[in-house]
């Protein structure tokens, strides 16, 4: 908020008692409404940013790379986003076996593809930047680096940053916590305001 930034805590339905698609139906409508109630908020239509970790990670990453309009023809995809230890592949055989059964409790039937994603990255997804511990073994760091390359490759900036020796749970120590923040700060404080262009919905 001292940076002239607002902070919104959204929320979604939870595993089991919803599957997916119901947390990225949620997050979606959040933009949605974030949007359409800029007016009232005082913000920029034109500057959200979903930040999310681990699974709320997953969820930003899934704004990223898809976009749903509402029926006001608002776009579902932020203008950025931020993913701390998230996961891009929920198919990826390195999971951890803890992991590995939150995605069969998040997706019951249906193909962890489907819901990963890394396989949605084109060159309209949302800048990126990726923090993950280089210790995490809950989600590989794999997940971000794999990610941030992909994103490239669709000519999409992304920025990484790896910590070194950290787990899947960040440092909480001072230090280390307003060196992300500043991270995440510069990263959103140099997104430009991109006039809003024709794109059809995912």
């Not at 970790?53 to 309009?69: E, I, K, P």
Request: hydrophobic share 45%; aromatic share 4%; net charge negative.
């Amino acid at each position: 908020a001292q940076h002239g930034m607002l902070p919104v805590a959204i929320d979604y339905r939870l595993a089991p008692q919803s599957h997916w698609p119901a947390q990225a139906e949620d997050v979606e409508e959040a933009v949605w409404w974030l949007r359409e109630n800029a007016a009232s908020l005082g913000i920029d239509p034109q500057r959200v940013v979903a930040v999310g970790s681990s699974a709320g990670g997953h969820l930003a990453a899934w704004l990223a790379t898809t976009n749903r309009t509402s029926p006001r023809g608002t776009p579902s995809r932020p203008d950025a986003v931020v993913s701390l230890a998230g996961p891009w592949d929920l198919a990826a055989a390195n999971l951890h076996a803890d992991a590995r059964g939150m995605v069969a409790t998040l997706l019951g039937a249906q193909p962890a593809r489907a819901a990963s994603p890394l396989w949605r990255i084109d060159s309209r997804s949302a800048p990126a930047l990726l923090i993950h511990g280089t210790k995490d073994e809950l989600i590989p760091p794999d997940q971000s680096t794999r990610a941030c390359a992909a994103l490239r490759a669709a000519q999409v900036d992304c920025d990484l940053m790896l910590l070194e020796g950290e787990g899947h749970v960040l440092s909480s120590h001072d230090a280390d916590v307003m060196a992300r923040h500043e991270r995440i700060r510069a990263f959103i404080a140099a997104r430009p305001v991109v006039p809003d262009a024709d794109e059809k919905p995912e």
